[in-house]
């Protein structure tokens, strides 16, 4: 760390960083989501699907998110499972109008609760019931009652229902993230 960096973080200047992992089947809108996080003049315009992951930053009014937005297809797990031990907390996106696609998401969202680097920690995990503006979306509640949330109690998490494209429902799930970061810490 620079003398500068130590001085604000000393002044109270400088952010508290915080390791973010997004993770969610491909296409339930992550880099949408985190597109949307970022001041308007660091937005991209077009959203391409993700190849591996990106890294990705954004603020909150006491915390900067370094935001590693991982490639939802299966096949890139192995890359990705690396930044599982750094991560502080989760961001998990479900395309809550793709009822078909629910049991896949519920099993990804299984298999990373099992893996060695996330089972015993008591790392928060905001859910985004992304894509509510759909016809054939269901709401957060019921998505919370397909993904079985209720049966997670080692760990805080908490489900918001979001537009990403509008960017409705965002800001309160980064509130809630920042608050159990915060008490986490203190
Ligand atoms: P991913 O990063 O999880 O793979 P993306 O998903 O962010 O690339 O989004 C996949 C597609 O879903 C994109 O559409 C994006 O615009 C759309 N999308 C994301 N969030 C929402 C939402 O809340 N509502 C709606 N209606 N669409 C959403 P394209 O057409 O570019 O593939
Ligand atoms: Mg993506």
Redesign the pocket.
Known sequence: MGLLDRLSGLLGLKKKEVHVL?L????????????KLKPANAQSQ?????IGFSIEKFKSSSLSFTVF?M??QGRYRNLWEHYYKDGQAIIF?I?S?DRLRMVVAKEELDTLLNHPDIKHRRIPILFFA?????RDAVTSVKVSQLLCLENIKDKPWHICA?????G?GLQEGVDWLQDQIQTAKT
């Open positions: 997004c969610g089947l491909d296409n339930s809108g992550k880099t949408t989501i985190i597109n077009d959203i391409v699907p993700t937005d490639s939802g996106v395309d109008s992304n894509k509510m503006d759909l979001s537009d990403a494209i509008k409705e």
